[in-house]
């Protein structure tokens, strides 16, 4: 059964500083690795999608990368701003199936 | 990106009533839509895949005489938790997947998610 893991859990940080919030998953055999963010009460925005023959994606201040092999991916934020504070949740989709499987996300605070 | 909406946003309604949530996706066909619920604090919780024509797909434990799910056509696809009782109350989040070429690869969109609050 396909597990991921997010660390840290919580994570504060002055505005401007660059950060790197962290996801593991145990099966390897996947299709693509989804980053998202969810605000309070609302619901999710997809930010990158990675295919699983992709080692990085970009979009703005943003960059994803995956090491499919070692099972991990991991979410850099250049720059970061008050409005980039909310919860990130990375999600995987397994080969053979068509659910996603989520982590429980990391908490991001940026403080002015 | 694709735009997914649901209706309604928040929902407040007595124990034992049955509630209706629609998920449409607004500018992309979807013959496979996905149904979550999330508790405070909590992740997602996969309780089943809907497809277009066919029965739904529940997860273990979901109760689908409890969470009614009717996908009629490729762009609409609703639940209906019958019989509501406070535990049921949850934010409900509905994703669909579009059908153009990319198939598995194809990324999923989300909607903007259901408060539901049982009295």
């Known amino acids: 059964k396909q597990e991921v893991t997010q660390i840290p859990a919580a994570l504060s940080v002055p505005e401007g500083e660059n950060l790197v919030l962290n996801c593991s998953f145990t099966d390897s055999a996947i299709y693509n690795l989804q980053w998202f963010r969810q605000d309070p009460g609302k619901g999710l925005t997809s930010l990158l999608l990675i295919q699983s023959s992709q080692r990085e994606q970009t979009s703005g201040r943003l960059n994803a990368s995956l090491d499919k092999s070692s099972g991990r991916s991991t979410l850099y934020i250049a720059a970061s701003q008050p409005g980039d504070s909310a919860t990130y949740l990375c999600a995987v989709r397994q080969l053979g199936y068509s659910t996603l499987t989520f982590g429980k996300g990391t908490m991001l605070l940026v403080s002015p | 990106g694709a735009v997914v909406s649901q209706h309604p946003s928040r929902v407040i309604c007595k124990s034992g009533t049955s509630v209706k949530i629609e998920c449409r996706s607004l500018?992309?066909?979807?013959?496979?839509m996905f149904w979550y619920r999330q508790f405070p604090k909590q992740s997602l919780m996969l309780m089943a895949t809907?497809?277009?024509?066919?029965?739904?797909?529940?997860e273990q434990g979901v109760e689908k005489d409890k969470f009614l799910i009717n996908h009629a056509s490729l762009t609409l696809s609703t639940l209906t938790v019958t019989s509501a009782h406070p535990e049921d109350s949850s934010f409900y989040i509905c994703?669909?997947?579009?059908?153009?070429?990319?198939?598995?690869?194809?990324?999923?969109?989300f909607g903007p998610g259901t408060r539901l609050t049982v009295l």
């Open positions: 809907s497809n277009e024509g066919s029965k739904a797909t529940y």
């Open positions: 500018d992309f066909q979807a013959t496979t």
């Open positions: 994703s669909a997947r579009p059908d153009y070429s990319g198939g598995p690869y194809n990324e999923q969109f």
